[in-house]
Protein backbone atom coordinates (compact mmCIF):
# COMPACT_ATOMS: atom_id res chain seq x y z
CA UNK A 1 0.00 0.00 0.00
CA UNK A 2 1.04 3.26 -0.76
CA UNK A 3 1.82 5.59 2.24
CA UNK A 4 3.12 9.35 2.63
CA UNK A 5 6.57 8.77 3.44
CA UNK A 6 9.55 8.93 1.60
CA UNK A 7 9.14 8.67 -2.61
CA UNK A 8 10.57 4.97 -4.24
CA UNK A 9 14.24 4.54 -3.84
CA UNK A 10 15.96 5.66 -6.79
CA UNK A 11 19.90 5.51 -7.81
CA UNK A 12 21.76 7.79 -6.50
CA UNK A 13 23.07 9.44 -9.80
CA UNK A 14 19.26 9.67 -10.68
CA UNK A 15 18.69 12.05 -7.88
CA UNK A 16 20.78 14.53 -8.89
CA UNK A 17 20.21 15.39 -12.71
CA UNK A 18 17.72 18.58 -12.68
CA UNK A 19 18.89 21.83 -13.75
CA UNK A 20 16.49 24.15 -10.73
CA UNK A 21 15.09 26.93 -12.86
CA UNK A 22 13.16 28.95 -10.39
CA UNK A 23 14.52 27.55 -7.47
CA UNK A 24 17.71 29.28 -7.95
CA UNK A 25 15.99 32.64 -6.85
CA UNK A 26 14.78 31.00 -3.78
CA UNK A 27 15.49 30.34 -0.63
CA UNK A 28 15.99 26.65 0.56
CA UNK A 29 15.10 26.01 4.21
CA UNK A 30 16.07 23.34 6.62
CA UNK A 31 13.68 21.68 8.08
CA UNK A 32 12.76 18.05 9.72
CA UNK A 33 13.34 14.78 8.91
CA UNK A 34 11.26 13.16 5.71
CA UNK A 35 9.14 16.65 5.25
CA UNK A 36 5.59 16.13 3.82
CA UNK A 37 2.37 18.11 4.12
CA UNK A 38 2.62 21.90 4.43
CA UNK A 39 0.20 24.72 4.89
CA UNK A 40 0.01 28.49 4.88
CA UNK A 41 -1.92 30.50 7.37
CA UNK A 42 -4.59 32.69 5.60
CA UNK A 43 -2.87 36.07 5.79
CA UNK A 44 0.76 33.87 4.44
CA UNK A 45 2.79 34.76 7.03
CA UNK A 46 3.43 31.22 8.70
CA UNK A 47 3.75 28.09 7.08
CA UNK A 48 3.68 25.07 9.17
CA UNK A 49 5.40 21.71 7.96
CA UNK A 50 5.10 18.41 8.92
CA UNK A 51 8.11 16.33 9.87
CA UNK A 52 7.37 12.58 9.60
CA UNK A 53 10.57 11.61 9.87
CA UNK A 54 11.74 13.56 13.20
CA UNK A 55 7.98 13.78 14.65
CA UNK A 56 8.37 17.70 14.50
CA UNK A 57 6.23 20.57 13.11
CA UNK A 58 8.24 23.50 11.66
CA UNK A 59 6.76 26.84 11.63
CA UNK A 60 8.26 28.85 8.95
CA UNK A 61 8.46 32.46 9.22
CA UNK A 62 7.36 33.59 5.50
CA UNK A 63 8.68 36.90 5.82
CA UNK A 64 12.59 36.06 6.42
CA UNK A 65 11.86 32.00 5.09
CA UNK A 66 13.41 31.07 8.69
CA UNK A 67 11.85 28.50 10.67
CA UNK A 68 10.58 30.58 13.82
CA UNK A 69 9.53 27.26 16.50
CA UNK A 70 9.71 23.63 16.35
CA UNK A 71 6.61 21.71 17.52
CA UNK A 72 7.24 18.20 18.84
CA UNK A 73 4.51 16.01 17.81
CA UNK A 74 3.46 12.05 18.43
CA UNK A 75 4.67 9.47 15.84
CA UNK A 76 4.14 10.26 12.26
CA UNK A 77 3.76 13.46 11.69
CA UNK A 78 2.33 14.02 7.95
CA UNK A 79 -0.20 16.57 7.02
CA UNK A 80 -0.99 19.84 8.03
CA UNK A 81 -4.74 22.11 7.70
CA UNK A 82 -4.89 25.40 8.95
CA UNK A 83 -8.51 26.97 10.35
CA UNK A 84 -9.87 29.71 8.05
CA UNK A 85 -9.17 32.47 10.91
CA UNK A 86 -5.90 31.46 11.47
CA UNK A 87 -6.03 30.44 15.11
CA UNK A 88 -5.44 26.54 14.69
CA UNK A 89 -3.11 23.92 12.92
CA UNK A 90 -4.66 20.34 12.36
CA UNK A 91 -1.47 18.12 11.98
CA UNK A 92 -2.33 13.86 11.12
CA UNK A 93 -0.62 11.74 13.10
CA UNK A 94 -0.14 8.24 11.19
CA UNK A 95 1.55 5.93 13.27
CA UNK A 96 0.36 6.70 16.72
CA UNK A 97 -3.26 7.27 15.21
CA UNK A 98 -4.18 11.30 16.29
CA UNK A 99 -4.82 14.60 14.83
CA UNK A 100 -3.25 16.93 17.19
CA UNK A 101 -4.35 20.78 17.33
CA UNK A 102 -1.66 23.42 17.78
CA UNK A 103 -2.33 26.98 18.86
CA UNK A 104 -0.65 28.97 15.88
CA UNK A 105 -0.22 32.07 18.89
CA UNK A 106 1.62 29.81 21.21
CA UNK A 107 2.48 27.07 18.88
CA UNK A 108 1.50 24.74 21.57
CA UNK A 109 -0.38 21.17 21.36
CA UNK A 110 -3.57 22.57 22.62
CA UNK A 111 -5.23 18.72 22.48
CA UNK A 112 -4.18 15.38 20.56
CA UNK A 113 -8.01 13.59 18.92
CA UNK A 114 -7.92 9.98 18.82
CA UNK A 115 -9.04 8.96 15.55
CA UNK A 116 -6.89 5.50 14.45
CA UNK A 117 -3.97 4.26 13.26
CA UNK A 118 -3.12 5.38 9.50
CA UNK A 119 -4.72 9.00 10.00
CA UNK A 120 -3.62 10.15 6.67
CA UNK A 121 -5.04 13.99 5.84
CA UNK A 122 -6.82 16.50 7.42
CA UNK A 123 -9.21 19.17 5.49
CA UNK A 124 -11.26 21.72 7.90
CA UNK A 125 -14.67 22.96 6.27
CA UNK A 126 -14.77 26.51 5.42
CA UNK A 127 -16.67 27.57 8.39
CA UNK A 128 -14.25 26.21 10.28
CA UNK A 129 -16.51 24.14 12.47
CA UNK A 130 -15.32 20.51 11.12
CA UNK A 131 -12.65 18.43 10.32
CA UNK A 132 -12.56 15.51 7.90
CA UNK A 133 -9.27 13.24 8.76
CA UNK A 134 -9.07 9.97 6.21
CA UNK A 135 -7.47 7.10 7.50
CA UNK A 136 -5.18 5.53 4.72
CA UNK A 137 -5.33 2.18 6.37
CA UNK A 138 -9.06 1.73 6.34
CA UNK A 139 -11.86 2.65 4.55
CA UNK A 140 -13.46 5.30 6.82
CA UNK A 141 -12.81 9.25 7.08
CA UNK A 142 -13.71 10.90 10.84
CA UNK A 143 -15.60 13.65 11.43
CA UNK A 144 -14.70 16.11 14.14
CA UNK A 145 -15.87 18.69 16.08
CA UNK A 146 -13.96 21.55 16.48
CA UNK A 147 -15.34 23.14 19.11
CA UNK A 148 -15.16 20.48 21.35
CA UNK A 149 -12.01 18.40 19.64
CA UNK A 150 -14.47 15.04 20.08
CA UNK A 151 -15.33 12.35 16.78
CA UNK A 152 -18.83 13.66 15.68
CA UNK A 153 -18.86 10.75 13.39
CA UNK A 154 -17.51 8.43 11.05
CA UNK A 155 -18.02 7.86 7.03
CA UNK A 156 -17.42 4.49 5.56
CA UNK A 157 -16.08 5.03 1.76
CA UNK A 158 -13.30 3.12 -0.23
CA UNK A 159 -10.51 1.36 0.39
CA UNK A 160 -7.24 3.07 1.31
CA UNK A 161 -8.24 7.03 2.23
CA UNK A 162 -6.17 9.64 1.57
CA UNK A 163 -6.65 12.71 0.18
CA UNK A 164 -9.55 14.47 0.93
CA UNK A 165 -10.69 18.22 0.03
CA UNK A 166 -14.00 19.87 0.82
CA UNK A 167 -15.28 22.29 -1.86
CA UNK A 168 -15.84 25.98 -1.08
CA UNK A 169 -19.04 25.98 -0.54
CA UNK A 170 -19.06 23.66 2.71
CA UNK A 171 -21.17 21.47 0.90
CA UNK A 172 -18.76 18.06 0.09
CA UNK A 173 -15.65 16.54 1.18
CA UNK A 174 -14.25 14.44 -1.94
CA UNK A 175 -12.34 11.68 -0.88
CA UNK A 176 -9.21 10.17 -2.60
CA UNK A 177 -9.47 6.11 -2.30
CA UNK A 178 -6.00 4.60 -3.62
CA UNK A 179 -6.89 0.89 -3.35
CA UNK A 180 -10.70 1.71 -4.99
CA UNK A 181 -8.79 2.79 -7.65
CA UNK A 182 -11.77 6.11 -7.11
CA UNK A 183 -12.71 9.10 -5.64
CA UNK A 184 -15.89 9.23 -2.76
CA UNK A 185 -18.09 12.57 -2.51
CA UNK A 186 -19.35 12.86 1.03
CA UNK A 187 -22.62 15.47 1.60
CA UNK A 188 -21.65 17.44 4.61
CA UNK A 189 -25.07 17.88 5.69
CA UNK A 190 -25.67 14.29 6.09
CA UNK A 191 -21.92 12.72 6.17
CA UNK A 192 -22.95 10.51 3.53
CA UNK A 193 -21.65 8.93 0.41
CA UNK A 194 -23.79 10.11 -2.57
CA UNK A 195 -21.42 9.67 -5.46
CA UNK A 196 -18.58 7.42 -6.46
CA UNK A 197 -16.20 8.48 -9.40
CA UNK A 198 -13.77 6.12 -10.83
CA UNK A 199 -10.29 7.77 -11.85
CA UNK A 200 -7.47 6.35 -12.47
CA UNK A 201 -5.20 3.73 -10.53
CA UNK A 202 -4.14 4.66 -7.21
CA UNK A 203 -5.17 7.96 -6.74
CA UNK A 204 -3.74 9.79 -3.47
CA UNK A 205 -4.21 13.60 -3.56
CA UNK A 206 -6.10 16.29 -4.30
CA UNK A 207 -6.60 20.04 -5.06
CA UNK A 208 -10.11 22.12 -5.27
CA UNK A 209 -10.10 25.10 -7.70
CA UNK A 210 -11.28 28.29 -5.48
CA UNK A 211 -14.73 28.67 -7.72
CA UNK A 212 -14.96 24.63 -6.62
CA UNK A 213 -16.19 23.43 -10.15
CA UNK A 214 -13.28 21.27 -10.38
CA UNK A 215 -11.09 18.64 -8.45
CA UNK A 216 -7.53 17.87 -9.62
CA UNK A 217 -6.54 14.05 -8.31
CA UNK A 218 -2.93 13.18 -8.63
CA UNK A 219 -2.69 8.64 -9.74
CA UNK A 220 0.12 7.21 -8.36
CA UNK A 221 -0.19 4.34 -10.26
CA UNK A 222 -0.12 5.32 -13.85
CA UNK A 223 1.50 9.38 -13.55
CA UNK A 224 -1.78 11.32 -13.94
CA UNK A 225 -3.77 13.56 -12.94
CA UNK A 226 -7.66 13.55 -12.78
CA UNK A 227 -10.18 16.66 -13.39
CA UNK A 228 -13.34 15.80 -12.24
CA UNK A 229 -16.31 18.19 -12.49
CA UNK A 230 -18.51 18.70 -9.08
CA UNK A 231 -21.22 19.71 -11.08
CA UNK A 232 -21.66 16.04 -12.98
CA UNK A 233 -18.64 14.24 -10.42
CA UNK A 234 -17.23 12.93 -13.58
CA UNK A 235 -13.92 13.21 -14.55
CA UNK A 236 -13.40 15.14 -17.90
CA UNK A 237 -9.51 15.05 -18.25
CA UNK A 238 -6.85 13.08 -17.79
CA UNK A 239 -3.61 15.02 -17.99
CA UNK A 240 -0.28 12.96 -17.84
CA UNK A 241 2.59 14.22 -15.66
CA UNK A 242 5.98 12.76 -14.42
CA UNK A 243 6.71 9.73 -12.24
CA UNK A 244 5.64 9.64 -8.80
CA UNK A 245 3.01 12.19 -8.38
CA UNK A 246 1.97 13.86 -4.83
CA UNK A 247 0.12 16.52 -3.36
CA UNK A 248 -1.32 18.99 -6.04
CA UNK A 249 -2.73 22.44 -5.33
CA UNK A 250 -4.41 24.96 -7.37
CA UNK A 251 -3.39 28.78 -7.35
CA UNK A 252 -5.14 31.30 -5.56
CA UNK A 253 -6.45 32.58 -8.91
CA UNK A 254 -7.29 29.39 -10.61
CA UNK A 255 -5.48 29.77 -13.16
CA UNK A 256 -2.84 27.21 -12.47
CA UNK A 257 -2.54 23.78 -10.57
CA UNK A 258 0.80 22.60 -9.27
CA UNK A 259 1.90 19.01 -8.86
CA UNK A 260 4.64 17.79 -7.01
CA UNK A 261 6.75 14.74 -9.17
CA UNK A 262 8.47 12.93 -6.32
CA UNK A 263 11.15 11.08 -8.35
CA UNK A 264 12.36 13.73 -11.36
CA UNK A 265 12.62 16.07 -8.61
CA UNK A 266 10.30 18.57 -10.53
CA UNK A 267 6.81 20.40 -10.01
CA UNK A 268 4.94 20.04 -12.90
CA UNK A 269 2.15 23.08 -13.60
CA UNK A 270 -1.02 22.62 -15.33
CA UNK A 271 -2.97 25.63 -17.37
CA UNK A 272 -6.34 24.99 -15.95
CA UNK A 273 -8.35 26.47 -18.75
CA UNK A 274 -6.99 23.70 -21.36
CA UNK A 275 -5.87 21.17 -18.62
CA UNK A 276 -2.29 20.71 -20.33
CA UNK A 277 0.96 20.41 -18.38
CA UNK A 278 2.55 24.18 -19.16
CA UNK A 279 6.13 23.32 -17.72
CA UNK A 280 8.19 21.16 -15.44
CA UNK A 281 9.90 23.38 -13.02
CA UNK A 282 13.48 21.88 -11.11
CA UNK A 283 12.72 21.53 -7.55
CA UNK A 284 14.59 20.39 -4.28
CA UNK A 285 15.21 16.57 -3.77
CA UNK A 286 11.98 14.63 -3.60
CA UNK A 287 9.11 17.18 -3.48
CA UNK A 288 5.75 15.78 -1.96
CA UNK A 289 4.14 18.79 -0.53
CA UNK A 290 3.07 22.05 -1.93
CA UNK A 291 1.46 25.34 -0.96
CA UNK A 292 1.16 28.77 -2.73
CA UNK A 293 0.73 32.02 -1.10
CA UNK A 294 -2.13 34.20 -0.87
CA UNK A 295 -1.28 36.39 -3.66
CA UNK A 296 0.07 33.66 -5.52
CA UNK A 297 3.52 35.02 -6.22
CA UNK A 298 5.53 32.02 -4.11
CA UNK A 299 5.20 28.47 -4.07
CA UNK A 300 6.47 26.47 -0.76
CA UNK A 301 7.78 22.89 -1.39
CA UNK A 302 8.44 20.11 0.87
CA UNK A 303 11.47 18.27 -0.14
CA UNK A 304 11.26 15.21 1.69
CA UNK A 305 14.90 12.96 0.74
CA UNK A 306 16.81 16.19 1.71
CA UNK A 307 14.62 17.92 4.82
CA UNK A 308 14.42 20.74 3.71
CA UNK A 309 11.17 23.61 2.31
CA UNK A 310 12.37 25.60 -0.97
CA UNK A 311 10.63 28.82 -2.04
CA UNK A 312 9.81 28.76 -5.94
CA UNK A 313 8.71 32.20 -7.30
CA UNK A 314 5.32 31.81 -9.13
CA UNK A 315 4.74 35.21 -10.55
CA UNK A 316 5.68 34.48 -14.18
CA UNK A 317 4.19 31.24 -14.86
CA UNK A 318 5.53 29.45 -17.51
CA UNK A 319 8.84 31.06 -16.98
CA UNK A 320 10.63 29.19 -19.72
CA UNK A 321 10.03 28.82 -22.91
CA UNK A 322 11.73 28.77 -26.89
CA UNK A 323 14.03 31.34 -27.88
CA UNK A 324 11.71 31.69 -30.75
CA UNK A 325 9.47 33.52 -28.77
CA UNK A 326 5.53 33.21 -28.82
CA UNK A 327 5.03 31.64 -24.84
CA UNK A 328 2.02 32.72 -23.11
CA UNK A 329 3.04 33.98 -19.88
CA UNK A 330 0.80 34.63 -17.11
CA UNK A 331 2.56 37.54 -14.60
CA UNK A 332 0.79 37.32 -10.93
CA UNK A 333 1.85 40.44 -8.34
CA UNK A 334 0.19 43.73 -7.28
CA UNK A 335 -0.82 47.18 -8.75
CA UNK A 336 -0.61 45.76 -12.15
CA UNK A 337 -4.23 47.29 -13.47
CA UNK A 338 -3.58 49.70 -16.35
CA UNK A 339 -0.20 47.94 -17.32
CA UNK A 340 1.42 50.03 -20.41
CA UNK A 341 4.17 47.78 -21.21
CA UNK A 342 5.53 44.45 -19.90
CA UNK A 343 9.64 43.57 -21.00
CA UNK A 344 11.54 40.12 -20.92
CA UNK A 345 14.79 42.01 -20.91
CA UNK A 346 14.79 44.45 -23.52
CA UNK A 347 12.52 43.30 -25.43
CA UNK A 348 8.92 44.19 -25.49
CA UNK A 349 5.86 41.78 -24.89
CA UNK A 350 2.47 41.78 -26.55
CA UNK A 351 0.17 42.35 -23.51
CA UNK A 352 -3.18 40.24 -23.79
CA UNK A 353 -5.27 40.26 -20.31
CA UNK A 354 -4.77 42.62 -17.82
CA UNK A 355 -6.15 43.01 -14.27
CA UNK A 356 -5.06 44.26 -11.06
CA UNK A 357 -3.64 41.42 -9.77
CA UNK A 358 -2.63 39.41 -13.02
CA UNK A 359 -2.01 39.87 -16.50
CA UNK A 360 -1.09 37.67 -19.60
CA UNK A 361 1.56 38.76 -22.42
CA UNK A 362 2.92 36.94 -25.18
CA UNK A 363 7.06 36.06 -24.60
CA UNK A 364 9.24 37.86 -27.39
CA UNK A 365 12.17 36.43 -29.39
CA UNK A 366 14.94 36.29 -26.92
CA UNK A 367 17.50 34.18 -25.11
CA UNK A 368 19.63 33.24 -21.53
CA UNK A 369 18.15 34.12 -18.56
CA UNK A 370 15.95 37.67 -18.36
CA UNK A 371 14.20 39.53 -16.20
CA UNK A 372 10.55 40.45 -16.38
CA UNK A 373 9.14 44.05 -15.88
CA UNK A 374 5.99 45.31 -16.01
CA UNK A 375 5.15 49.38 -16.07
CA UNK A 376 1.73 51.14 -14.89
CA UNK A 377 1.21 54.38 -14.54
CA UNK A 378 2.73 53.85 -10.99
CA UNK A 379 6.00 52.75 -12.75
CA UNK A 380 7.92 49.86 -13.38
CA UNK A 381 8.55 46.90 -11.29
CA UNK A 382 10.73 43.54 -11.74
CA UNK A 383 7.75 40.51 -11.20
CA UNK A 384 10.73 37.37 -11.55
CA UNK A 385 12.58 35.56 -14.31
CA UNK A 386 12.07 33.88 -17.94
CA UNK A 387 14.67 31.64 -19.06
CA UNK A 388 14.84 30.85 -22.64
CA UNK A 389 15.58 27.58 -23.53
CA UNK A 390 16.76 26.60 -27.35
CA UNK A 391 15.79 23.70 -29.02
CA UNK A 392 16.85 20.45 -28.25
CA UNK A 393 17.78 17.29 -30.23
CA UNK A 394 18.57 13.60 -29.51
CA UNK A 395 21.27 11.55 -30.04
CA UNK A 396 20.79 8.49 -28.67
CA UNK A 397 17.72 5.90 -27.37
CA UNK A 398 18.73 2.68 -25.03
CA UNK A 399 16.92 0.05 -24.81
CA UNK A 400 15.51 0.97 -28.35
CA UNK A 401 12.84 -2.10 -27.93
CA UNK A 402 10.33 -2.92 -25.17
CA UNK A 403 7.16 -4.94 -24.90
CA UNK A 404 4.21 -3.82 -26.47
CA UNK A 405 2.42 -3.76 -23.02
CA UNK A 406 4.84 -1.38 -21.57
CA UNK A 407 7.10 -2.15 -18.68
CA UNK A 408 9.15 -0.97 -15.83
CA UNK A 409 12.33 -0.78 -17.36
CA UNK A 410 13.86 2.89 -17.29
CA UNK A 411 15.25 3.86 -21.05
CA UNK A 412 17.39 6.84 -21.45
CA UNK A 413 17.02 9.29 -24.14
CA UNK A 414 20.24 10.88 -24.63
CA UNK A 415 20.71 14.78 -26.56
CA UNK A 416 20.92 18.25 -25.55
CA UNK A 417 18.81 21.15 -24.35
CA UNK A 418 16.36 18.92 -22.36
CA UNK A 419 16.04 20.55 -19.52
CA UNK A 420 12.61 20.82 -18.42
CA UNK A 421 11.22 18.52 -20.20
CA UNK A 422 7.49 18.68 -20.66
CA UNK A 423 6.63 15.74 -22.33
CA UNK A 424 8.09 12.61 -24.48
CA UNK A 425 5.93 10.18 -26.75
CA UNK A 426 6.50 7.14 -28.18
CA UNK A 427 4.37 7.27 -31.33
CA UNK A 428 0.89 8.62 -30.13
CA UNK A 429 1.93 6.75 -26.71
CA UNK A 430 3.19 8.52 -23.22
CA UNK A 431 6.21 7.91 -21.64
CA UNK A 432 6.41 9.03 -17.56
CA UNK A 433 9.60 11.05 -17.15
CA UNK A 434 11.55 9.62 -14.38
CA UNK A 435 14.37 12.20 -14.50
CA UNK A 436 15.78 15.09 -16.58
CA UNK A 437 18.99 16.49 -16.97
CA UNK A 438 20.17 18.87 -19.64
CA UNK A 439 21.57 15.95 -22.07
CA UNK A 440 19.56 12.58 -20.23
CA UNK A 441 16.02 11.74 -20.03
CA UNK A 442 14.84 8.53 -18.29
CA UNK A 443 11.12 7.83 -19.10
CA UNK A 444 9.36 4.17 -18.80
CA UNK A 445 7.01 3.27 -21.42
CA UNK A 446 3.44 2.73 -21.55
CA UNK A 447 1.70 0.08 -23.85
CA UNK A 448 1.10 0.82 -27.02
CA UNK A 449 -2.18 -0.80 -29.23
CA UNK A 450 0.01 -2.65 -31.76
CA UNK A 451 3.59 -3.99 -32.37
CA UNK A 452 5.92 -2.22 -34.48
CA UNK A 453 8.32 0.88 -34.99
CA UNK A 454 7.50 4.47 -33.66
CA UNK A 455 9.15 7.49 -33.82
CA UNK A 456 10.26 9.29 -30.48
CA UNK A 457 9.47 13.34 -29.32
CA UNK A 458 10.60 15.16 -26.80
CA UNK A 459 8.69 18.09 -25.84
CA UNK A 460 10.66 20.90 -23.98
CA UNK A 461 9.94 24.66 -23.12
CA UNK A 462 12.46 25.23 -26.48
CA UNK A 463 10.35 23.07 -28.77
CA UNK A 464 10.10 19.46 -30.14
CA UNK A 465 12.90 17.15 -30.72
CA UNK A 466 12.38 13.70 -33.04
CA UNK A 467 14.84 11.65 -35.31
CA UNK A 468 14.84 8.47 -32.64
CA UNK A 469 12.75 5.58 -33.05
CA UNK A 470 11.57 2.97 -30.74
CA UNK A 471 10.07 -0.71 -31.64
CA UNK A 472 7.27 -2.31 -29.66
CA UNK A 473 7.29 -6.01 -29.72
CA UNK A 474 4.97 -9.03 -29.20
CA UNK A 475 6.01 -11.52 -26.40
CA UNK A 476 8.34 -14.50 -27.67
CA UNK A 477 5.95 -17.76 -27.83
CA UNK A 478 7.91 -21.45 -27.22
CA UNK A 479 5.52 -24.22 -29.07
CA UNK A 480 8.09 -26.92 -28.76
CA UNK A 481 11.53 -27.80 -27.66
CA UNK A 482 13.23 -31.05 -29.45
CA UNK A 483 14.75 -33.37 -28.28
CA UNK A 484 12.91 -32.41 -24.73
CA UNK A 485 14.84 -34.68 -22.36
CA UNK A 486 18.87 -35.05 -22.26
CA UNK A 487 21.73 -36.42 -20.13
CA UNK A 488 22.52 -34.36 -16.55
CA UNK A 489 26.09 -33.92 -17.83
CA UNK A 490 24.72 -31.59 -20.60
CA UNK A 491 25.42 -30.92 -23.80
CA UNK A 492 22.18 -31.76 -25.84
CA UNK A 493 21.56 -29.27 -28.64
CA UNK A 494 17.76 -27.98 -28.10
CA UNK A 495 15.41 -26.48 -31.33
CA UNK A 496 13.13 -24.15 -29.55
CA UNK A 497 10.20 -23.50 -31.80
CA UNK A 498 8.20 -20.83 -31.68
CA UNK A 499 7.40 -16.92 -32.81
CA UNK A 500 8.52 -13.68 -31.86
CA UNK A 501 12.29 -15.31 -31.75
CA UNK A 502 14.81 -13.36 -33.63
CA UNK A 503 15.47 -10.61 -30.62
CA UNK A 504 16.44 -13.34 -28.00
CA UNK A 505 18.96 -11.64 -25.79
CA UNK A 506 18.90 -14.67 -23.39
CA UNK A 507 17.81 -18.77 -23.14
CA UNK A 508 18.27 -20.10 -19.37
CA UNK A 509 17.54 -23.93 -18.20
CA UNK A 510 16.36 -23.67 -14.91
CA UNK A 511 17.97 -19.93 -14.56
CA UNK A 512 21.52 -20.64 -15.92
CA UNK A 513 22.22 -19.37 -18.96
CA UNK A 514 22.49 -22.09 -22.05
CA UNK A 515 24.35 -20.90 -25.42
CA UNK A 516 22.06 -20.25 -28.22
CA UNK A 517 21.96 -19.26 -31.78
CA UNK A 518 19.37 -17.57 -33.45
CA UNK A 519 18.52 -19.65 -36.67
CA UNK A 520 14.85 -17.66 -37.68
CA UNK A 521 12.10 -15.42 -35.86
CA UNK A 522 10.25 -18.68 -35.28
CA UNK A 523 13.75 -21.32 -34.38
CA UNK A 524 16.79 -21.45 -32.14
CA UNK A 525 19.41 -23.76 -30.57
CA UNK A 526 20.41 -23.87 -27.46
CA UNK A 527 22.98 -25.98 -25.61
CA UNK A 528 21.67 -27.64 -22.94
CA UNK A 529 23.91 -26.09 -19.41
CA UNK A 530 24.73 -29.45 -16.94
CA UNK A 531 22.21 -30.10 -13.94
CA UNK A 532 23.26 -31.30 -10.33
CA UNK A 533 20.11 -33.27 -10.14
CA UNK A 534 17.53 -35.03 -12.51
CA UNK A 535 14.03 -33.86 -13.36
CA UNK A 536 12.19 -31.04 -15.29
CA UNK A 537 13.15 -28.16 -15.69
CA UNK A 538 11.98 -24.72 -16.76
CA UNK A 539 13.51 -22.97 -20.18
CA UNK A 540 12.95 -19.71 -20.37
CA UNK A 541 13.70 -17.49 -23.53
CA UNK A 542 14.26 -13.46 -23.05
CA UNK A 543 13.98 -11.06 -25.51
CA UNK A 544 12.79 -6.93 -24.96
CA UNK A 545 9.50 -8.13 -25.51
CA UNK A 546 9.44 -10.35 -22.83
CA UNK A 547 9.51 -13.76 -21.99
CA UNK A 548 8.66 -17.26 -23.11
CA UNK A 549 8.62 -20.65 -21.66
CA UNK A 550 9.26 -24.25 -22.20
CA UNK A 551 10.15 -27.58 -20.27
CA UNK A 552 13.37 -29.68 -20.77
CA UNK A 553 14.23 -33.11 -18.21
CA UNK A 554 16.79 -33.77 -17.32
CA UNK A 555 18.10 -37.93 -17.15
CA UNK A 556 21.11 -39.60 -15.52
CA UNK A 557 23.01 -41.80 -17.36
CA UNK A 558 22.87 -45.41 -17.20
CA UNK A 559 25.37 -47.17 -14.60
Not at 320 to 330: E, N, R
Not at 514 to 526: E, G, K, M
Not at 541 to 553: E, I, L, Q, R
Amino acid sequence: MFTLTSPSPQPARARRLVAPAAFAAGATIPVGETPQGIALTPDGTHAYVANRGSNTVSVINTATDTVANTIPTGAGPVFVAISPNGSRAYVTIYDDGLLSVIDTASNAIVADIAVGAGATVVAVTPDGTRAYVTRQTTNTVTVIDTATNTVTDTVTVGDGATGVVITPDGTRAYVACLVSDQVDVIDTATNTVTATVPVSTTPILMGVTPDGDHVYVTNVGNATVSVIDTATNTVTATIGVSAQPRFVTVSPDGLHAFVANADPDTVGVIDTATNTLVENIGSGDGPTGIAITPDGTRAYVTNTVSGTVGVMATSVIPDQGSTAGGTTVTLTGHHLANATAVHFGTARAVITANTATSLTATAPAGSGAVPVTVTTPGGTGMLGHFYYRPIPALTGISPAAGPVAGSDQDIVITGRNLTGAIDVRFGPNRAVIQTVSDTQITVRTTGAAAAGTVAVTVVTPGGSAHGLFYTYLDPPTVTDVSPSAGPTSGGTQVTITGTGLDPTDQVTFNGTPAPFTVVTDSILTATSPPSGTEGTVTITVTSPGGTAAGSFTYVSEPA
